[in-house]
């Protein structure tokens, strides 16, 4: 065996693509709500029956491509070096991300995932669907330190919520930026910034009043849009 998949499986994984290749096409000319289920199938050249085999529900045409991501901090907990501790890990992960330009970090700027962007935040029930995502990678999260860092069920709770809440707050700010008109390029230094900031308050508490030079000020008057990340959690 050569650990590549088989026939049946090839055919079903392009099906899965021609299908979400489809809706998001669809959704990004016409918007969500205004693209039923049946004009996706018969875009995609399948039934209803098909469709729903591999995305019950509309909105997971829409999110299954971020799946991967609701584990990712999870992941990155267990997969951390000896003796690295899994804040550090998941700082270095996130910082990792925006010099690649990960879209769960909210820094990238190409047209296809800003409108990505843009209509998950105009759609309620995608938005809701995003809450599900973000309590999946809580969860997940908690799971992980519980497992590897000996934490307590409820020190592991707490922690993975304010982990994830930061991931995704440094996501909504430079996608926010982004959507105001900054390039990737612009955004990344003070993303960076950013980032090194959000983790030292989440390293050594909120008594840290003093953000770094050039980071985000709510009183500028540029409030950034909620976005996904993602994440990271994200």
Do not use: C
């Not at 809440?165 to 700010?173: E, T």
């Not at 980032?195 to 985000?216: C, D, I, K, M, W």
């Amino acid at each position: 065996m050569d650990g590549k998949p088989g026939l049946r499986e090839r055919k079903k994984q392009r099906t899965h693509a021609a299908i979400s290749d489809a809706a998001i096409r669809l959704f990004l000319e016409h918007g969500f709500s205004q693209v039923s289920v049946a004009q996706v199938a018969e875009a995609a050249e399948v039934s209803k029956r098909t469709l729903f085999a591999y995305f019950p529900a509309k909105e997971d045409l829409v999110v299954h491509r971020l799946a991967d991501h609701e584990t990712e901090t999870a992941r990155v907990v267990r997969a951390r070096p000896p003796h690295t501790d899994p804040l550090t890990a998941l700082r270095e992960h996130f910082l990792k991300g925006l010099r690649e330009r990960d879209p769960i970090t909210g820094l990238n700027d190409l047209p296809a995932v800003l409108r990505l962007t843009r209509m998950i935040l105009d759609t309620p029930s995608l938005v809701a669907r995003m809450e599900r995502f973000k309590t999946g990678a809580e969860r997940a999260l908690a799971q992980a330190l519980r497992e590897t860092a000996d934490t307590p069920e409820l020190t592991a709770r707490l922690a993975a919520v304010q982990i994830v809440a930061v991931h995704w707050a440094l996501a909504q700010d430079n996608a926010g930026r982004l959507a105001y008109g900054e390039s990737a390029d612009e955004r990344y230094a003070g993303a960076v910034a950013d980032t090194e900031h959000a983790f030292a308050l989440l390293e050594n508490g909120l008594r840290q009043p003093v953000p770094p030079s050039g980071s985000y000020r709510p009183e500028s008057g540029r409030d950034a849009p909620a976005a996904p990340s993602a994440g990271s959690d994200g």
